[in-house]
């Protein structure tokens, strides 16, 4: 097995790259990438991918990600969450649950009397100053690390940017404290709900925890601790701890590139999280054409489900797009909204028909008007 895809849940206090580094270790591969950082504060599910599970990354833009967030008022940061450098405080004692309810209302342009089945629609967010957002050749965040200011040119050149929510849920208010969860799109800053409440009241805010709990397919049932991970790598013996103090690994053998066996069992398969694809059947001997890049006739395929179409996609693909074309008239600041890509809209999971019952996943394919065929888009099958 060479292959796949690790729905690793993140601990608070780590990044995304440190998971990176520790996967990478306990399984003795070099080529692996993760979807979707999250912030060292936060925790959750972070699929890591291996080696040509990498390529499926682009397509998972679609995938609704859902989120467990606390928020404080009365204080204001530079990082808008409470790891950052206070910048100002203020006294939230006047706010009461009607203004906390009619705030989030107000933030998704939503009637109060919709809360208690939450809110959803089309949002525009200023993204954080700490945001990978780049303007120039330069990411927001490169400023404030470095401790540079951003230049107010800089500023001026940050645009809304438009995302989808799914559902925006008040879990439960506890002032000066509120929960909420978010099931939203690609792209949403949670930190940035979080300050525009605490803006919309007049007292500022602060995101004060964060739980990725689902991401597409993956969820925190089907997620492995990074703990089990190395813990599994140190019984093999292909690990050890170099630094007890920082948990330093140090690789025992040499990396390659198969999935030891010992780990297989926390392997989920290149296809798993391609829920929105269709899905076709292919004979062997189609298979191999469609591995030497031939085009897959009607005929030739069995299409046992269709593609999903979820209407926000197309909405929001239509809005940010438009909304792209007037802004770059205007200046060349950060975009507007997700680069959706409306082909994966028409696309296949091709499967190998190996009898009783048996398939092997094959590649992705997709709709070709031009023609009336399956084309051939990756290809996964390793021959």
């Avoid at 008040?170 to 509120?178: A, F, M, R, V, Y």
Wanted: net charge negative.
């Amino acid at each position: 097995m060479k292959d796949g895809i690790i729905n690793v849940y993140k601990p608070s206090g780590m990044t995304s790259n440190d998971v990176i580094y520790k996967v990478r270790a306990a399984l003795g591969i070099k080529k692996l990438g993760h979807t979707g950082t999250l912030d060292p504060m936060a925790e959750g599910v972070l699929p890591v991918l291996v080696n040509r599970g990498t390529r499926i990354a682009e397509y998972l833009d679609w995938d609704l990600k859902t989120y467990k967030a606390a928020l404080k008022l009365g204080v204001r940061t530079d990082s808008l969450d409470i790891t950052g450098n206070v910048e100002e405080t203020a006294d939230p004692s006047d706010v009461t649950e009607a203004d906390v309810i009619g705030a989030f209302a107000k933030l998704m342009g939503c009637e109060v009397s919709s809360a208690d089945a939450g809110f959803s629609g089309i949002l525009d967010q200023i993204p954080p100053m700490t945001s990978a957002v780049r303007i120039e050749g330069r990411r927001l965040y490169e400023y404030v690390h470095q401790g540079d200011e951003i230049p107010e040119e800089i500023r001026e050149r940050i645009r809304p940017r438009r995302v989808w929510i799914e559902n925006l849920r008040i879990e439960d208010i506890s002032l000066p404290e509120i929960r909420f969860s978010v099931t939203c799109s690609k792209g949403t800053y949670i930190r940035s709900i979080s300050r525009d409440i605490g803006e919309i009241l007049g007292c500022g805010a602060v995101l004060t925890e964060l739980k990725r709990s689902a991401s597409g397919a993956f969820t925190e049932e089907n997620a492995v601790s990074l703990e089990e991970l190395v813990k599994s790598a140190m019984e093999a013996g292909r690990v050890e701890v170099e630094d007890p103090e920082t948990m330093k690994l140090r690789r025992t053998v040499p990396f390659g590139e198969d999935i030891p066996e010992d780990m297989e069992r926390f392997v989920l398969g290149v296809d798993f999280p391609l829920v929105h694809f269709g899905e076709a059947l292919v004979s062997p001997e189609n298979a191999r054409r469609f591995l030497d890049g031939w085009h897959l006739g009607y005929r030739e395929v069995s299409v046992v489900k269709e593609p999903e179409q979820d209407p926000w996609i197309m909405d929001l693909g239509r809005e940010a797009e438009a909304y792209n074309a007037r802004e770059t008239e205007i200046n060349s600041g950060s975009h507007a909204g997700l680069k959706l890509h409306p082909e994966y809209l028409s696309s296949y999971k091709i499967y190998r028909n190996d009898g009783g019952g048996m398939k092997t996943f094959v590649g992705i394919a997709r709709h070709s008007d031009r023609y009336h065929k399956l084309v051939p888009d990756k290809v996964f099958l390793r021959i």
